[in-house]
């Protein structure tokens, strides 16, 4: 059984990527910044080198990460410091680097340097609601909102309010649904499964204009995207169904009626007759392979009438089994048959 997500727990994970994924980068942006203002000659690589470059200017003037007192909390810092790597610094690592480290004190006493503090601490305080002290996963919509405008205000000083993380971060805060790969791909099923309905009712229109069915529904002559589109919108894919449900009633209620002069001879013939009472009783007892062999026994029939409605059968046992793709596929490629039978 899957977990059900509630909107509290969604804002949740929402908030979380905001502080995880853009807070995080535009502090990585800031960094870089700062240490290539004051250090023109040797800029950010993201290389070991410029890690044993940061951490020198931190031995030398007696940094915590040095201290034996501090040794235990500082050394996960120091390390993610000695990579040179700013794509592997999480929050806390980049906090100490803008607003503690010895490297970067020339930055802190500008306006400047007192615009990052302040973005610091309140990333900081977003932070600390979210991963060290959350009660749970999940949080209000009033409480969602004043933190991401917390993250978002803190981006627009590091960076500007033009800059793309600013933009995500617009984009997080207004979302209305939480996309997945898997909605996305249920979506892209559920469009493709409407055109394919809408195609199998142009079959079927097809197919009672050519057996004469009085009444059938004017064919619209919209292309098939168009009224895609158009039902999805409306009325989704159980519109379509009950239309293709109606048509199918039809052609049932025609084939299975009384036979009358009017109606083709095709209807009277015994072979006709055997061939739809046997097909039946397989498919109503299951028994698909015996089925698949007893109809396969019609494609070389000279007879196109015989070779068209064993084609109809087949599809129709297909779609009894929920293979609906290939039902379609089936009376797809009836129609050059059925434009040539004398009694289709």
Request: hydrophobic letters at 35%.
């Amino acid at each position: 059984m899957c977990t059900t997500y509630s909107n509290g727990e969604l804002r949740f994970f929402r908030l979380t990527k905001g502080l995880v994924d853009y807070s995080t980068e535009a502090l990585r942006t800031v960094f870089q910044q700062e240490w290539d203002y004051l250090y023109p000659a040797t800029p950010w690589r993201n290389d070991p080198a410029n890690g044993q470059q940061l951490l020198v200017e931190e031995r030398a003037r007696g940094s915590r990460l040095y201290d034996p007192a501090y040794f235990v909390e500082y050394k996960p810092i120091k390390d993610n410091l000695d990579t040179g790597d700013v794509q592997e610094w999480d929050v806390t690592t980049l906090v100490f680097a803008l607003k503690y480290s010895h490297a970067l004190s020339g930055s802190r006493l500008s306006r400047r340097g007192r615009i990052i503090g302040n973005a610091l601490y309140q990333i900081k305080e977003v932070r600390n609601y979210v991963i060290a002290h959350a009660k749970r996963t999940s949080i209000s919509r009033k409480s969602f909102e004043r933190h991401i405008n917390t993250l978002l205000q803190a981006v627009e000083d590091l960076l500007t309010n033009s800059h793309s993380l600013v933009k995500k971060l617009e984009l997080l805060e207004n979302e209305t649904e939480f996309q997945t790969e898997d909605l996305l791909r249920y979506k892209k099923l559920l469009k493709d499964d409407g055109s394919g309905l809408l195609s199998l009712e142009k079959d079927l229109e097809r197919l009672e204009s050519k057996m004469k069915i009085r009444n059938a529904p004017e064919i619209d002559h919209k292309t098939s995207a168009d009224k895609a589109g158009s039902d999805h919108k409306n009325s989704g894919n159980s519109e379509i169904i009950l239309r293709l449900q109606t048509r199918v009633a039809r052609i049932e209620s025609q084939v299975c009626t009384s036979p009358s002069k009017t109606r083709p001879d095709i209807f009277h013939r015994n072979k006709y007759i055997k061939m739809i009472n046997k097909s039946n009783f397989l498919s109503f007892n299951f028994r698909w392979e015996e089925l698949e062999t007893y109809l396969d026994g019609f494609s070389s029939d000279v007879d196109i009438d015989m070779k068209l409605y064993a084609g109809i059968q087949r599809a129709a046992a297909l779609s009894h089994r929920s293979r609906k793709r290939e039902a379609l596929e089936v009376l797809s490629s009836l129609i050059p048959n059925a434009l040539r039978a004398s009694n289709g």
